[in-house]
């Protein structure tokens, strides 16, 4: 080795003695942890893990001798799963050895999810001929978790045949580097005055992942001024916000440098080099001096065109993650002040439903006078929750619109939303982004409150200003006194009585008088509680009072004259804005409820009629279920256009079951007009098999008379022929119809065969979620039930399971980097919901993806299997009405319990297998997400690392010694080497 190299090769290890080497080089090697083989029945995967006198033959078919028969393969899978997540992958090569006889054609065919490519391999005409091929796929594949390789051949005339030996790939893979994330936020204000100083315009947050050391210095800022002239500005400067409350200037704060524009850019050299760790993100200011004589209109702004702004010390690199400029000031003259007059007008309804958005709870009247420039800029807006807790408004749910058209109302279509927050305590700063207010018109704003889907029902809603410093405008200007003390709205009961936010229709049936909650079943013996809430009905002010408002409720099982009664034609209840009853029964069976309502002054009338269970036993003399499952167990409530409904009536368990008498059976949907939209009585309904039961379905099609957006209810009939009675069967039921996005959902095993008592954070399920663009394409996911499918749910530690979000979808948990959306535990049930801590947007632009993660509990026992699953769509909590489609299988593996004091060390046999006790997915060529992730999942690898550089202690200890005895004999290297010698 010749001096040079030698000591370059010296100061690399010295370098690795002090500093973590970043980059470095592995290739490992995988064989076939499970195939199949169409070709011949008795495939045994072993045979192409070593290089033996082992070897599967692959059958040909004879029918075709001069083309492949794609129907005839065998198919390899890996298990990649022993790679780190966060390594790059520098190439992927197949190993493919086999002895063929005159064969014409073979070729390897490669899957990449959605589709399979192919490369032809080496063949030739004479007898028993060995041959291996190596075939560099890296090219060819997205992601190594859905590789999987078939092989095919074909030749002329019997005799010809292939025996596979080897197939392997060879993954060659080096250590990640770290990426410094810019998070900027827009910070210029509109307006500016000369010689103003420290005007912030950027405010940057800056963190790193942790792919190598998860350190990145920063060593340069470019900035970029846009607008009229730089001139405008005199000076800029970048602080290090200590402490983090966004004021530059501050004790706590550091100047890490300042000068002036050459031009229109800046480049700030940070000294020394300013440290981003993974565990603590840093916040820098950006701020700019406004010229004493500059310009007046003229506007300033900062930018940051590329991530190249950002100057790291390689190999980081740099990545931006928002918007990067910084919006524009203008710059006026400071003349007259103007006052902000500000009124207050009580806006809030008596009630709101859980989940619903846009309660409008108070109006903001305001006003300019004085003799300034007649313009009023508004910074921000401090709200004050008024109500019982402020975790009843969602986040994100404080909201203030500007009111457009002036009318005081809410127009979704017309109004502008200028900022929403959220409250912490009590307090929601709501950033309006300096909304001008003009001395020549007068101006509304909309205080407006989400109402969290889990807010307590009964608690009470408010919104209030405690006084004028709760409007923050800016200077020179000042808000007037408030007259009359704070501006508060009105107290907003919380209720849940909205089952459907796809139609103006507010209804429910429940056991409580509060009315809490939708009641399908009920004891025998109790109180049903039922309202309506329909402003276009009955609106009779002020006495809001119609005698002509009526319930009913029969029992569904009765001839057509209706019998067995509990109420008739009883009259509703006025209670603001609701039409109630409450009426005690004793009963068994499925009943009718009916509602009547007419409008004395228009005319209107709404009619409709609904389904409810009164039960002791466990099979009532006649069931149904409506959903869009082929063979319905459920009732369902929501629906969309297109949608196919499945109908199963059930009166197997009633004493004379019915018969199915096609002349009078009938599926019949009504609207609440009581107007029948869709009628099927020709032999709508067709046995299942089982006596006394039916199944029929419907489309909800334009062409079937069905429109989005409005409620409908069956009146479906089946009639017992062999009854003296003339009983019938009379399914009612209330439903809705509705522009609603449906999410695909995808789940997938991340967990490992074997998990250690105590541990924490174990991956155990990934599950990505798509919307389709059926309405708007945005859903919002606030919960998913989860079911324990393991030994004991006591075995999960309190608070141990946990949903975080993915955020760089790389299908493991990242701590610090993935966010956590929501935790609980098995303690109460085996299916249980994890409610997030705020909703989840899931879009049809890309693939949201969530981890769920356990930890065990320090007494859970050994030997117990841990899984965790998902049932059903419904487990999918999203705001209503958008809804989730399963896709696929949603369950973990079941992972064993072992002690953490036990360790597995694989032992070399001649399939070179070891058991994992762990599951790491693979990173993928490309940033693009992977969704379609139903790749076999095998429970063995194959790995042999051949690191470039790779050192024990041992190694390190002789490489200093020869680094000593080098260093001994340094002057002769100096006389003859150029690398040591600067002449």
Known sequence: MSRIP???????????????????????????TDGVDTSDSNFEVVKVRVDDDKRDEYKLDFRND???????????????????????????????????????????????????SSEPIDTDVSDNKEISNLIDISDKIDSLMDLKIRFLAYGVGKGRKAEVNIVQ???????????????????????????????????????????????????????????????????????????????????????????????DFIEIDIIPDLLILFSSPQRLLVTYDIFALAGYGKKVGAKFSTPANFQVITPDQVAFKTETESGLSTVIEPVGVNSLIMSNFDLAPDYAAQGEQDIVMQAL????????????????????????????????????????????????????????????????????????????????????????????????????????????????????????????????EITGNKWSTCAEFDYTLSKFYDFHKFNLEYPRIGTIFGRVNQDIFDRSFPSYDNSDNKYSIYNMWSPDSFKDEIVKDADLLPQDPFWYFQKSYMAVGWYTVAF??????????????????????????????????????????????????????????????????????????????????????????????????????????????????????????????????????????????????????????????????????????????????????????????LNYAGSDPNDIAPDGVKIYYDLNFNGIL??????????????????????????????????????VVLDISPSATVGNNVKISVSEPNDFEFILPDRAYILSTIASRSSVIIDPSVTFTPTPTSSSSATPTGYTPVPTFTTT????????????????????????????ILLLMGLIIYLAGKSLFQKTSPFLNKE
Not at 932 to 951: E, L
């Open 6 to 32: 030698h000591m370059v090769f010296i100061s690399y290890i010295i370098a690795s003695c002090f500093f973590p080497l970043k980059l470095f080089a592995v290739t490992d090697y995988f064989v076939p």
């Open 66 to 116: 001069y083309y492949y028969w794609e129907d005839l393969y065998q198919e390899y899978y890996f298990d990649f799963s022993s790679l780190p997540v966060t390594d790059n992958i520098d190439s992927v090569v197949v190993y493919f050895k086999f002895k063929e006889n005159k064969l014409t054609g073979a070729k390897l065919e490669i899957w990449d999810d959605p589709s399979w």
């Open 169 to 263: 790939v060879q993954v060659t893979h080096s250590s990640g580097i770290d990426t410094l994330f810019v998070n900027s936020t827009p910070r210029a204000p509109s307006t500016v005055i000369r010689d103003q100083k420290n005007v912030v315009m950027n405010d940057i947050q800056l963190s790193t992942n942790n792919f190598a050391d998860g350190m990145v210095n920063l060593e340069q800022l470019r900035i970029e001024f846009y607008g009229d002239t730089s001139a405008t500005v005199s000076m800029v400067k970048v602080y290090l916000d200590g402490d983090d409350n966004g004021i530059p200037g501050t004790p706590s704060d550091s100047l890490l440098g300042s000068g002036t524009f050459t031009g």
């Open 365 to 492: 009247y305001l006003e300019v006078i004085g003799p300034g420039d007649g313009l009023v800029f508004i910074d921000k807006i401090t709200l004050t929750y008024n109500g019982d807790i402020a975790g009843d408004i969602a986040p994100n749910g404080v909201k203030i619109y500007g009111d457009i058209n002036v009318d005081g109302v809410y127009d979704p279509s017309i109004d502008i939303l200028l900022g929403q927050g959220t409250f912490i305590a009590t307090k929601a700063e709501i950033n309006v982004s300096d909304f001008m207010i003009s001395a020549s018109r007068f101006y509304i704003l909309l205080v407006a409150y989400d109402i969290d889907q889990d807010a307590y029902i009964g608690h009470f809603a408010s919104s209030k200003l405690d006084s004028e410093a709760d409007v923050t405008v800016l200077s020179p200007d000042i808000v007037e006194p408030f007259i009359g003390g704070p501006f508060e709205s009105g107290q907003t």
């Open 596 to 785: 009547k309502l007419e409008n004395k002054d228009r005319g209107y009338k709404i009619e409709f009629r609904d389904g409810v269970i009164f039960k002791n036993v466990t099979n009532p003399d006649a069931m149904f279920y409506i959903s869009r499952n082929h063979y319905p167990t459920t009732q369902e409530r929501i629906f969309r256009m297109g949608d196919i409904v499945y109908i199963r009536i059930d009166t197997s368990g009633s004493i004379t079951p019915l018969d199915n008498d096609d002349s009078e059976n009938e599926i019949r949907v009504k609207d609440i007009y009581n107007n029948t939209v869709f009628l099927d009585n020709t032999a709508p309904f067709i046995t299942t098999g089982a006596t006394g039961e039916f199944i029929s379905s419907i489309a909800f099609t334009e062409s079937n008379g069905f429109e989005s957006g409005n409620i409908y209810w069956f009146e479906n009939k089946l009639k017992d022929h062999d009854s003296f009675e003339d009983d019938k069967f009379h399914m009612t039921w209330l439903f809705g119809v509705c522009d609603l996005d449906e999410c695909t959902v995808l789940g997938r095993n991340i967990a490992g065969p074997t998990v250690q008592k105590g541990a924490l954070d174990n991956n155990f399920l990934q599950i990505i979620i798509q919307s389709d663009d059926y309405d708007d394409g945005q859903a919002d996911l606030t919960g998913i039930w």
């Open 814 to 851: 990242d701590p610090g980097f993935d966010s956590l959306l929501g935790e609980g535990d098995f303690s109460a049930a085996t299916h249980v919901p994890i409610y997030f801590y705020s909703s989840l947007t899931i879009t049809s632009d890309y693939p949201e993806s969530v981890l």
């Open 929 to 956: 997400p992977v969704t379609t992730i139903n790749s076999p999942t095998p429970n063995t690898t194959s790995t042999t690392p051949v690191p470039i550089f790779k050192f024990s202690i041992t190694l390190y």
